[in-house]
């Protein structure tokens, strides 16, 4: 990470003294460190312990006419390769997700156009408050890079999520995000989320896919330099910045919006949880009940991902497998009968793994009969692992993935 401007906001929550072997582990790494702590920040850790480790002036305040004149808040905004705010305490993230800026920090934010690292630390309560996980997403969907809290013992006491992430961590983290644009010139189609099938106006049949995987999947593509097209089912989440999103309800139109993208795309990963089955015809107006059961004719989906990878020319097609059982006999039989070049093996029975959490449990699978298995660890990481495999794939079988350029017509 040679020459690096990294610009470290540090605010005030009891980690910050971890910021400071942060700082240390970064400059050991030849990085230049310019700090920025917030009023709270240096209640807990004074401002000359940062200066000594960084070897440059600390900046605190806003409206101190000294320090705008020696260190400008755009200089410093402008100046950054990468923004990291560790700890991230609920107040700046609040503040953030706000966009509000009154304090030096969160102008330099506001202000520069370099990737922000967040790393959040807080009690184990708060951070599993609706509103802080809502900031939490809207700062995802913004594009701000999200990372996960450790688990533990609290200073506070409590036993849980909510720790600052270890220094090493943080520096692991910083590295990837410096990674080279290594998805530069492909175009990445991902899918997300669930589909909804109508059962009438007002009934759908769906499942418990929160998008979350596909979103990480869109985001890490584009920081990775790739031009991306989610195509998205019903979620929660904001769309990510620098993405061209594509909403859709059902698998009929999941279907439509993926092959419009298809003879332009270099892969399509498809993390959506697409129904098989949907209810045979909707009914137009609101079921009525009745005093007997109830039975509703379904009929199958087209299988997308099985489509594409029979119409596939250049293109890689990643397929994803939620399964509740036999993980990789079940996984390795939906690579082969689908035709697919690689498949994200998920077990979502897992505690931390599969619907509508932060984090994965996936083994990756190849068509030659490589399995490999991750540990747990965030979506976003997952993502990025994915990437690193697919590319290695693309490495390994230049031949088989001809250029859409060079490729025959009928
Ligand atoms: O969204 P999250 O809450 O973050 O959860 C993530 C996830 C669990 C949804 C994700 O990691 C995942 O495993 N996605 C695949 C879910 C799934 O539908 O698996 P499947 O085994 O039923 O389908 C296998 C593959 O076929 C998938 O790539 C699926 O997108 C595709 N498929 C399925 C049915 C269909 N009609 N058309 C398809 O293309």
Redesign the pocket.
């Known amino acids: 990470m040679e020459k690096q401007n990294i610009v470290l906001g540090v605010t005030g929550g009891i980690a910050c003294y971890k910021a400071l072997e942060l700082v240390r582990l970064l400059v050991q790494d030849s990085c230049s460190v310019r700090v920025v702590m917030t009023r709270g920040a240096a209640e807990f850790v004074t401002p000359l312990s940062f200066q000594t480790l960084s070897g440059a002036p600390v900046a605190t305040d806003l409206f101190s006419l000294t320090q705008e004149s020696e260190i400008g808040h755009i200089d410093l905004a402008d100046s950054a390769d990468l923004l990291v705010i560790a700890p991230a305490t609920a107040n700046v993230i609040g503040k953030l997700a706000a966009g509000i800026a009154d304090d030096l920090l969160t102008t330099v934010v506001l202000a520069t156009q370099a990737p922000v690292l967040v790393a959040p630390a807080m009690n184990v309560h708060m951070l599993a408050h609706p509103l802080v996980q809502a900031n939490l997403a809207k700062l995802r969907g913004a594009g701000y890079h999200v990372m996960e809290t450790a688990s533990g013992s609290l200073a506070c006491g409590y036993e849980g999520k909510g720790r600052l992430p270890e220094p090493p961590v943080i520096v692991e983290e910083i590295r990837a995000l410096f990674r080279s644009k290594d998805l530069a010139g492909e175009h990445i189609v991902v ?3 669930p589909s909804r099938e109508p059962l009438d106006p007002v009934r759908y049949l769906s499942n ?7 979103y990480a999947l869109a985001r890490a593509a584009a920081r990775r330099g790739a031009q991306v097209t989610l195509v998205s089912g019903p979620t929660a989440l904001a769309p990510p910045t620098g993405v061209r999103t594509v909403p859709v309800v059902t ?1 009929e139109e999941m279907r439509g919006a993926v092959l419009a993208e298809f003879e332009s795309a270099t892969a399509v990963f ?7 089955y949907r209810p045979h015809a909707a009914a137009a107006q609101k079921m009525k009940r009745g005093d007997g059961s109830l039975s509703v004719e379904f009929v199958p ?6 489509e594409l990878a029979a119409r596939k020319r250049h293109q890689v097609v990643v ?5 509740t059982e036999s993980l990789l006999a079940n996984a390795r039989a ?1 690579l082969e009968k ?1 035709n697919l070049d690689l498949l994200v093996a ?1 077990d ?1 029975t897992q505690v931390g793994s ?3 959490v932060d984090t ?1 449990v996936v083994t990756l699978l190849d068509r030659d009969g490589t399995a490999t298995p991750l540990p747990l660890m965030s ?1 976003d990481a997952v993502a990025d692992r994915v990437y690193d495999w697919y590319l290695q794939y693309k490495k390994q079988s230049p031949r088989r993935i001809k250029s859409p350029s060079r490729r025959r017509t009928a």
């Open positions: 899918t997300a989320g418990r896919s929160s998008g979350k995987m596909g698998a498809m993390a959506a949880a697409v129904a098989d989906n087209p299988d997308i991902v099985a397929g994803f497998a939620a399964e939906k689908k998920n979502v599969g619907f509508d994965n979506k």
